[in-house]
């Protein structure tokens, strides 16, 4: 496979080539490598957008050296070319110069400048008081910029503000004719009007003398065709990915300083993970596998998924409960998904009743193929091979928000469990349900202070009752042989009692052993589903 162009050899063919081509503004190295992803062949490097970011006006109030920064954050991200918006070429022809050989230096394809005078002020204020350079001043900055670029397809494109200053059509064309002369390899012109109007007049009379390039930032409702069938060369999406992350920054800081917490904006923004892909996290990843010493294993997950889940009738007659569609997906597809969100990608489901039905893909699974007459600590222990280093246990039949895995893998504790401390509401108090006694009530300080678990409890009405457990049990290396040797023994002493176990009975055990059972509260955010209903509610969990 030939190696791909060179990034000012990728720019000017865009610019040159009859198709129409579009570039897609970014201010910073994230926003230029989505556009890049989202398949934009070329990026915009806007000054608004850059200067908006920076938190200054488009006034020249950021620094040449500190866009040049941001830019070269932007070029090292791509692989597709950049076009800085060089304002005015930040000075005169000698900074024009010295600013062609800095965007060479830094991977840069082009730069576009403006004919106003330096400090210039955006094109959309106050345009028609904006005095324009010289011509013959600007033409010898294109000049200037033309004889100082090494690279032969280093590009400069001279933008006309002409229809911006209200002088009209005849003087666009006569800037635009100077600066095809002076060297420019593309003209762009520029209008503050709401239609395509004075663009069109602009190409009409300039014909074929040299590409044109517009930003229908003003009239964005022409469409698209109209620029192809003008033959212009390329069109410019000058500010959109900036404003966009505004309007999504704005919701949701707004969002979060009213409710003085994050549940309601975690399922609204991209993972933690998805921002680690974008920066490139996985090449980090090999690459420390090359270089660095190899640390423990990470968190592993086990899922106990054996019943039939009799409670919802004949919906589980020829699948089990954990293979019921919530929201077009099999329940147990939303609970690998959000362990996976979680960081937590190495799964094992113990399947049992309609073992078949299990199809889902990535998932390691094991049998406990005598589910009818054995309970969930028979399920575990068929999981046992996957009890090495850090390990989440949960059900099958419960929905849940990613942050309660990631609290539980942040413990340290040997054996951890999540206890809704909301427990009063709870759907499940006329149910069959898991209710515990701690060592503290919940409260305020039991959510930073250390919790342990005294006992498990049916009625959800006694006095001492300080939260419902949530199906969800973490632990640490060192718990995780603890537990497997207590499956073991369990199963060889005494197999009756072992057959019967649940969970809570194998908690009970780990206590009456010595072992410290910490509690995690939480508030709500999780879904035991054991009703039809609870199937309605988890379509809008």
């Not at 007049?201 to 409702?221: H, N, Q």
């Not at 409890?457 to 632990?475: C, N, Q």
Request: hydrophobic content about 40%; overall charge negative.
């Amino acid at each position: 496979m030939s190696p791909k162009p060179k990034k000012t050899t990728q720019l000017k063919h865009l610019v040159t080539r009859p198709e129409l081509s579009f570039l897609m503004e970014a201010h910073n190295g994230l926003s230029a490598k989505i556009a890049e992803e989202a398949g934009f062949e070329g990026i915009w490097g806007s000054g608004l957008s850059i200067s908006a970011a920076l938190g200054c006006r488009d006034n020249n109030e950021a620094s040449w050296t500190q866009v040049l920064e941001v830019v070269e954050f932007m070029a090292d991200a791509t692989n597709i070319p950049i076009l800085l918006d060089g304002d005015t070429g930040y000075g005169n022809f000698n900074s024009m110069r010295r600013l062609v050989k800095k965007l060479e230096q830094r991977g840069v394809a082009g730069v576009c400048i403006e004919d106003k005078i330096f400090p210039k002020t955006n094109s959309f204020i106050r345009g028609s008081a904006q005095p324009l350079a010289e011509i013959d001043e600007f033409a010898g900055k294109i000049r200037a910029g033309k004889e100082a670029q090494i690279d032969a397809d280093f590009v400069i494109v001279a933008r006309v503000e002409a229809f911006i200053a209200g002088w009209g059509l005849e003087e666009a064309l006569k800037r635009g004719e100077a600066y095809r002369q002076a060297g420019a390899d593309a003209i762009l012109i520029h209008s503050a009007l709401r239609s395509p109007e004075e663009i069109l007049a602009f190409k009409k009379e300039w014909g074929d003398r040299l590409p044109v390039v517009i930003v229908p930032t003003k009239y964005y409702s022409t469409p698209t065709e109209v620029f192809r069938d003008a033959g212009f060369s390329t069109v410019i999406w000058a500010n959109h990915a900036m404003r966009s992350a505004i309007t999504a920054m704005q919701k949701t800081v707004k969002q979060i300083y009213q409710d003085q917490s994050l549940l309601n904006v975690e399922s609204e923004v991209v993972t933690v993970g998805e921002v680690f892909r974008l920066q490139g996290e996985a090449e980090l990843e090999q690459a420390e596998k090359l270089y660095l010493p190899k640390h423990g294993k990470s968190t592993r997950g086990i899922v106990l998924a054996a019943s039939r889940g009799q409670e919802l009738g004949d919906l589980t007659k020829d699948k089990p409960k954990a293979m019921l569609d919530v929201k077009g997906q099999p329940l147990l597809s939303h609970i690998a998904s959000t362990f996976r969100d979680a960081g937590v990608k190495d799964i094992t489901v113990v399947r049992g009743f309609k073992k078949e039905a299990f199809n889902l893909t990535s998932l390691t699974y094991v049998d406990n193929d005598a589910y009818e007459t054995t309970q969930e600590v028979v399920s575990l222990a068929r999981a046992k091979d996957a009890l090495s280093g850090q390990t989440v246990i949960s059900y099958g039949d419960v929905l849940f928000k990613k942050y309660i895995v990631q609290e539980l893998i942040e413990t340290t504790d040997d054996f951890v469990i999540c206890v809704d401390a909301a427990w009063q509401s709870s759907r499940n108090k006329g149910r069959s349900a898991d209710f515990v006694t701690c060592s503290q009530p919940s409260s305020k300080r039991a959510f930073y202070e250390k919790v342990t678990l005294r006992d498990f409890v049916t009625d959800g009405e006694r006095s001492d009752v300080a939260g419902e457990w949530m199906g969800f049990l973490k632990v640490s290396d060192a718990g995780a042989k603890v537990l497997k040797a207590t499956l073991e023994t369990l199963e060889q002493d005494d197999k009756p009692r072992f057959d019967g176990m649940k969970i809570p009975d194998l908690l009970r055990q780990l206590a009456k052993d010595g072992h410290e059972v910490r509690v995690l509260y939480t508030t709500g955010h999780w879904l035991d589903v054991d009703a039809v209903e609870d199937l309605v509610l988890g379509a809008s969990f």
